[in-house]
């Protein structure tokens, strides 16, 4: 079983519609969560970084977090066309003892969204 | 500020050679990650690098190898090449703080025939 579990999808919406991206994760040692999202043939660019339980909003995002049922959400707003990429929610350990791993992440698969006009 | 650039973009070797990649992290960030992703695999931690030391190693076989140097600029190298090493090689950036972005690169494509 991976460490983070993420529904690959695809996923297909029209425009203006809420979206609605989840994973689990397993590991209780994960405390930071990140939502990054990737166009084809690019590389992940980091969309959300949170690191308690609840949500945070920017602009048309929101992530949520809930570490007690270890579920990570994200909701995109009134979707466009442009939104449409794979989002790859993303976890990492706290360090211990005076931080030894900084760039170590683990991913879910991701989902591939399409929104169309 | 330029971001994480990786050379080269895109490139195709013969089953059995060995191929090096290059990353240039952004500028002041000490730790250089990178990553494998493939359709079916995803994205998987490779190994990372602070300060010329390797941290953290994923579970990949010893043919995938790296190294940091001073200025902070990155290598990694796959020796041996197998038909499953086709895939897209990215990598990552961060300062040296804990809660630090993590920034990523385009990606080398790399296909092995």
């Known amino acids: 079983q991976k460490e983070v579990e993420q529904d690959p999808g695809p996923l297909s919406v029209p425009e203006g519609a809420i979206v609605s991206l989840n994973c689990t994760y397993s590991?209780?040692?994960?405390?930071?969560f990140m939502w990054y999202r990737q166009y084809s043939r690019k590389g992940p660019e980091l969309l959300m970084y949170?690191?308690?339980?609840g949500n945070k909003e920017d602009g048309r995002f929101t992530a949520q977090v809930d570490k007690s049922s270890k579920y990570i959400s994200l909701f995109i707003r009134d979707s466009q066309p442009s939104d449409s990429a794979t989002y790859l929610c993303?976890?990492?350990?706290?360090?211990?003892?005076?931080?030894?791993?900084?760039?170590?992440?683990?991913f879910g698969q991701g989902t591939i969204l399409t929104v169309h006009p | 500020k330029a971001g994480v650039t990786q050379t080269p973009r895109y490139l195709i070797k013969t089953r059995g050679q060995q191929v090096t990649l290059s990353c240039s992290p952004i500028?002041?960030?000490?730790?250089v990650s990178w990553y494998q992703q493939t359709p079916g695999q995803g994205l998987q931690f490779l190994f990372e690098?602070?300060?010329?030391?390797?941290?953290n190693k994923g579970n990949f076989p010893g043919r995938f190898s790296g190294r940091q140097f001073s200025n902070s600029r990155s290598e990694m190298n796959v020796s041996t090449l197998e038909l499953g090493d086709s895939a897209l090689y990215l990598c990552?950036?961060?300062?040296?703080?804990?809660?630090?972005?993590?920034?990523f690169g385009e990606g080398s494509w790399l296909t092995v025939v």
């Open positions: 990552a950036s961060s300062s040296q703080g804990e809660l630090d972005t993590i920034y």
């Open positions: 590991n209780s040692a994960f405390q930071y």
């Open positions: 949170t690191y308690s339980s």
């Open positions: 993303a976890t990492k350990h706290r360090s211990e003892g005076g931080g030894t791993s900084y760039g170590k992440l683990t």
């Open positions: 500028s002041g960030h000490r730790s």
């Open positions: 690098y602070f300060s010329e030391t390797q941290r």
